[in-house]
């Protein structure tokens, strides 16, 4: 396991850098990605080797739901397996990335909008280990959750990521995770390993030319965006971190998009990736 003496010189410098990482929205999908190498683990992967490596990693997850704002405060967060029907072999699997207090405290005074409690309970769901497992394998760099307040609508979650900006300049890699569309109820299992319906299709590519075209109000107001829009997101869990990510882009930062595929029908697992 990683101990904090290996690597606390590399992370206890939190001063502003030369360079400002990008940040990123990543479609999670099924937590079998998590071990699986497949086209969108090896995405990861090669993401990892193509950016800055961070001094720690920021992720607001879909499965952290709160009443309220928490960040994780803990020295080692623990792996959460927090979904249940999968092989044995995804149980087993744990992520032993440190955390990292100092930084957890640090968001806390950035946020002024609304207090942000330090939490020492919860750790790392799998809307984070199952990406951050592929990109730094090793476990050594330091990995923090921000939750979801479930009481406040999306321009809110889109505000307060705007609090963050300056955490992307101390070498801090800000991911939101999540399902652009992510309706479970109408998966088509013969879809499974690619393939959408019409809506999905069409809801795909209004998303991706809003985010392009930095048009982000239609995205925050997503329910009037029509039937499609309200298909993809029944429930708006896996659609919020994607609003951390936009509000956190740059006045002259492009976005561009991986692993921009349908699966199972209603299903997304496009990503975006903002800044250099």
């Known amino acids: 396991m990683t101990t904090l003496s290996a690597f ?20 999670h999908g099924s937590p079998m990605n998590g071990i699986e190498d497949n086209e969108f683990s ?13 001094k720690a990693v920021l992720v607001v997850s879909a499965h952290w739901f709160t009443k309220g704002t928490k960040i994780t405060a803990m020295d080692f967060p623990q792996t959460i397996h927090d979904f249940g029907g999968f092989p044995q072999e995804l149980f087993a699997v744990q992520y032993p990335a440190p955390g990292h207090a100092a930084l957890a405290k640090e968001t806390v005074e950035l946020v002024k909008s609304t207090h942000v409690e330090l939490d020492h309970d ?11 497992r592929h990109m730094y394998p090793e476990a050594n760099v330091p990995v923090l959750q ?6 406040k609508g999306p321009q809110y979650h889109y505000d307060l990521a705007k609090e963050l900006t300056a955490l992307r ?29 019409d809506w999905t299709h069409t809801i795909n590519e209004k998303f991706k030319n809003l985010i392009l075209n930095r048009d ?9 965006l029509g039937k499609e829009a309200l298909l ?16 956190l882009q740059g006045k002259n930062e ?14 997304t697992m496009t990503s975006v990736k903002i800044g250099a």
Do not use: C
Not at 42 to 54: G, M, S, Y
Not at 232 to 247: D, N, R, S
């Open 254 to 267: 492009e976005a561009t998009f991986f692993n921009d595929k349908m699966v199972g029908g209603s299903l």
């Open 216 to 224: 982000h109000q239609p995205l925050i107001n997503y329910k009037a």
């Open 8 to 27: 606390r010189k590399f992370t206890e410098d939190l001063t502003p850098q030369d360079y400002t990482m990008p940040v990123l929205f990543i479609g």
């Open 122 to 132: 919860w750790g790392l769901d799998h809307g984070t280990w199952t990406i951050i």
């Open 146 to 151: 921000l939750s979801i307040d479930y009481t």
């Open 232 to 247: 993809a997101i029944p429930t708006v869990e896996h659609y919020l971190p994607l609003m951390y990510t936009l509000g």
């Open 42 to 54: 090896q995405r990861w992967t090669k993401l990892a080797q193509e950016i800055p490596t961070p």
């Open 169 to 197: 300049k101390k070498g801090v890699l800000i991911v939101g995770s999540g399902n652009m569309v992510h309706n479970l109820r109408m998966v088509d299992w013969r879809l499974i390993n690619g393939g959408g319906y």
